[in-house]
């Protein structure tokens, strides 16, 4: 049995069981659309880089969301590990979303985990929630490593 540690609970996980965990941070505001960062992981083959995984993801989001469009990509390093930041939107004129994905691979021996931290708005509204938000991102911190850097 492994120990889950979460927000104000614990539980023992068995080991065939898997976490996958989201946890989604509501910040604060005065209007109508809440923003918010939500931090996953997913394990994936050894043999599977980041880019493949950032890849296939965005497919998906091409398949499933309405007028999406990629405003940004950088690729790089973050604290010795693969990164990738991208920014997206998506959705009608009205109520039109911006994300900022960062995916961050981190290579656990014979599994590999890609952590993906997700920062959400109103596209006419992401620059105002844009520093909270990296705040946040800048604050998220892997058991033993370093401040996450955002771009």
């Known amino acids: 049995m492994q120990n889950f540690q979460g927000s104000g609970f614990a539980v023992n996980i068995p080991e065939q069981c898997q976490d996958l965990s989201c946890y989604t941070f509501l910040l604060?505001?005065?209007?109508?659309?809440?923003?918010?960062?939500?931090?996953?992981?997913?394990?994936?083959?050894?043999?599977?880089?980041?880019?493949?995984f950032t890849s296939r993801q965005e497919m998906s989001l091409l398949e499933n969301l309405e007028d999406y469009k990629m405003l940004n990509q950088i690729e790089g390093k973050q604290e010795g590990r693969d990164a990738i930041i991208k920014t997206i939107e998506w959705g009608n004129k009205e109520g039109r979303i911006c994300q900022q994905l960062i995916y961050l691979l981190e290579k656990m021996g014979s599994t590999n985990r890609i952590y993906t931290i997700t920062c959400t708005d109103l596209a006419e509204n992401f620059s105002q929630s844009r520093s909270t938000m990296n705040e946040i991102v800048r604050s998220f911190k892997l058991s033993s490593t370093h401040h996450v850097k955002v771009a």
């Open 28 to 52: 604060p505001t005065d209007k109508q659309y809440t923003p918010q960062v939500s931090i996953k992981f997913d394990r994936v083959s050894i043999d599977e880089d980041l880019n493949t």
